[in-house]
């Protein structure tokens, strides 16, 4: 199994500002995955990271409001972008193994004011 | 479009009982692969026990057990002598088979939180 380092691994912000997520995997892996977990709720995909390409958004998440970096194939950066309360939220970096697993990162809790 | 439920949102169990946790999935996908994720307080997802879809028989982890029913599309957790440690969030989900290798991302039921009283 990978393992996955997040950080920060909590922040509180301002509503308007920017806050970037950094992601750090123990073994090169090809995609990496970020999901949102507002509270309370399941865990939802916001995009795929490739390494050397553009990250591909699920629908309702755009590159502007959560621009994306994979700059090798260890690790990458989520950027929440002029952020408001309902940003609020846990983000989570994935990666894949084998056989077809999932492994998580330990999250992000953003509280925006 | 696949989607996963859970249609218990909170579950109790006293310790060393077994409790059942329900999933159902919907997809017309005949490859793909469940799982079953536990996400105590700590946030921290953990990998539970996973099942194949072309595999008949059922897996096994220790005291997780799954009963799949791939005709119904139902995939539920029993967890067998419970104990104070497994009282988290348990989230089904469900991963296309379509993709190569860890290509592939999850789709996530709403979650059933376990209490598990001493």
């Known amino acids: 199994s990978a393992v996955i380092s997040q950080k920060p691994s909590r922040d509180i912000c301002q509503r308007g500002t920017s806050l970037t997520i950094q992601c750090q995997v123990d073994?090169?892996?090809?995609?990496m995955f970020w999901y949102r977990q507002q509270p309370g709720q399941s865990l939802t995909l916001i995009a795929t990271?490739?390494?050397?390409?553009?990250?591909?958004?699920e629908s309702g998440f755009v590159i502007d409001k959560f621009p994306i970096s994979r700059p090798n194939l260890t690790f990458s950066t989520l950027t929440v972008s002029n952020m408001s309360p309902e940003d609020s939220s846990i983000y989570l970096c994935?990666?894949?193994?084998?056989?077809?697993?999932?492994?998580f990162g330990p999250g992000t809790r953003l509280t925006v004011t | 479009a696949q989607t996963v439920t859970q249609s218990q949102p909170e579950m109790s169990v006293q310790e060393a009982e077994t409790v059942t946790l329900s999933c159902t999935y919907d997809?017309?996908?005949?490859?793909?692969?469940l799982f079953w994720y536990k996400q105590p307080p700590s946030r921290q997802m953990i990998l539970v026990i996973r099942?194949?879809?072309?595999?008949?028989q059922n897996a096994t982890e220790n005291r997780f057990s799954v009963n799949f029913q791939k005709a119904a599309k139902s995939f539920s957790l029993k967890i067998s002598d419970s104990q104070l440690g497994d009282a988290a969030m348990y989230f089904c989900?469900?991963?296309?088979?379509?993709?190569?290798?860890?290509?592939?991302?999850?789709?996530f039921g709403k979650g059933t939180k376990l209490s598990v009283k001493p």
């Open positions: 994935s990666v894949g193994g084998q056989p077809y697993e999932q492994y």
């Open positions: 990271a490739n390494q050397g390409s553009e990250a591909t958004y």
């Open positions: 099942q194949e879809a072309y595999k008949q």
């Open positions: 989900a469900y991963r296309s088979g379509d993709y190569g290798g860890s290509q592939g991302n999850l789709i």
């Open positions: 997809t017309s996908e005949s490859d793909y692969y």
């Open positions: 073994s090169q892996v090809t995609m």
